[in-house]
């Protein structure tokens, strides 16, 4: 059966990015898109998706808006977010994210996701490897805080008074030892294994 989705996206160019990458999975179903999120939240309750793409920063309404909106019709599609900002992972994993997807996508990460997808794992705490904390520096620690908190290298250099290459040291050291490809998936990593043990 197919997967059916909808694409929700103010951006031509990204919401047809997403859309051409979704053809190359014929265990897709592309039920509709939308470019104006007020449109979108009747188009989502009518069409009923498995899956939804959902851009974040939009006009008159964000993706956390449509969200709330359709939770609030009792209708609780799979989200997940495309955006091209990390600081928004943690509002998007409180929003009960699936998978938090940094523009521009990747054809290997949309296949990841609708592989998770395909095996109903949803971001469960067994499948993310904790242990790994342990090996963590104090310093490491310190940086990856900074960085949930929406910091950027060069405001946790002046906070934490160390050098900004020192700074983009750590991060690719913590990039690393959690098998991150980017912030946003060490912020997903964190909220699953530091958050949740601080």
Same mark, same amino acid.
């Given at each position: 059966?197919?997967i059916?989705?909808?694409?929700?996206?103010?951006?031509? @160019?990204?919401?047809?990015?997403?859309?051409q *990458? %979704? $053809?190359?999975? #014929?265990?897709? =179903? &592309?039920?509709?898109e939308e470019?104006?999120?007020?449109t979108?939240?009747d188009?989502?309750?009518?069409?009923k998706?498995?899956l939804?793409?959902?851009?974040i920063?939009?006009?008159?309404?964000s993706?956390?808006?449509?969200?709330?909106?359709?939770?609030?019709?009792?209708?609780?599609p799979?989200?997940?977010?495309?955006?091209?900002?990390e600081?928004?992972a943690?509002?998007? @994993?409180?929003?009960r994210?699936?998978?938090? *997807? %940094? $523009?521009?996508? #990747?054809?290997? =990460? &949309?296949?990841?996701?609708?592989?998770?997808?395909?095996?109903?794992?949803?971001?469960?705490?067994?499948?993310i490897?904790?242990?790994?904390?342990?090996?963590?520096?104090?310093?490491?620690i310190?940086?990856?805080?900074?960085?949930?908190?929406?910091?950027?290298?060069?405001?946790?250099?002046?906070?934490?008074?160390?050098s900004?290459n020192?700074?983009n040291?750590h991060?690719g050291?913590?990039?690393?030892?959690t098998?991150?490809?980017?912030?946003?998936?060490l912020?997903?990593?964190?909220?699953?294994?530091l958050?949740?043990?601080s």
């Amino acid at each position: 059966m197919a997967i059916r989705v909808i694409v929700v996206d103010d951006s031509e @160019i990204d919401r047809i990015r997403i859309i051409q *990458l %979704l $053809k190359h999975f #014929d265990n897709v =179903e &592309l039920i509709a898109e939308e470019s104006d999120p007020l449109t979108a939240i009747d188009t989502i309750l009518t069409k009923k998706p498995d899956l939804l793409f959902l851009d974040i920063e939009m006009p008159k309404l964000s993706g956390f808006d449509i969200v709330d909106a359709i939770t609030k019709e009792g209708l609780k599609p799979i989200i997940v977010f495309v955006t091209a900002y990390e600081q928004y992972a943690i509002k998007a @994993i409180k929003n009960r994210a699936f998978d938090y *997807l %940094l $523009k521009p996508l #990747d054809i290997d =990460e &949309l296949a990841n996701t609708l592989l998770r997808f395909k095996n109903d794992k949803i971001n469960s705490q067994d499948e993310i490897d904790c242990s790994i904390v342990e090996d963590l520096s104090k310093r490491e620690i310190q940086v990856l805080k900074l960085l949930i908190k929406g910091n950027n290298s060069k405001e946790i250099s002046t906070k934490l008074c160390i050098s900004i290459n020192t700074v983009n040291s750590h991060r690719g050291s913590l990039l690393k030892k959690t098998g991150s490809k980017n912030v946003a998936e060490l912020i997903l990593w964190s909220t699953k294994c530091l958050i949740g043990n601080s």
